[in-house]
């Protein structure tokens, strides 16, 4: 996930140097680490490779909005049973939502349930 924050971050296709470099911010990693995990998510269709040029330079194969939708569902499905109210009361549960955050939550509820009548 944190190659892909990378990747989504940034507006043109990265080398493994420069994601590296940008993972080196916040925790050290090593460049074959980056380099190895790359060319394991292109194999999965993460990420797309251009190897038109010397140094390779990679794109993320979806928006981060359908991966975090895919991701979602598969931890709802996995961890829930399938339940929307399971994930949410959990993640409500841990007291990490401020006021703004419950505000705007009721807010997408209430839009949601007007987009179902």
Do not use: C, N
Not at 14 to 20: A, F, L
Not at 53 to 72: C, K, T, W
Request: proline share 3%; hydrophobic share 40%.
């Amino acid at each position: 996930m944190a190659i892909l924050r990378v990747l989504w971050s940034r507006a043109a296709p990265s080398t493994v140097h420069e994601v590296h470099d940008e993972l080196l911010r916040s925790k050290e990693t090593a460049y074959t680490t980056v380099l190895k995990m790359l060319t394991v998510m292109t194999e999965k269709g993460l990420v797309r490779r251009d190897e038109s040029e010397r140094s390779h330079r990679f794109v993320p194969a979806h928006p981060e909005p359908v991966v975090q939708s895919s991701l979602l569902k598969d931890l709802a499905r996995r961890a829930f049973g399938g339940s929307a109210l399971k994930l949410v009361q959990r993640a409500l549960d841990d007291d990490t939502a401020s006021s703004e955050d419950l505000d705007a939550i009721a807010k997408l509820i209430a839009k949601a349930k007007a987009k179902r009548k």
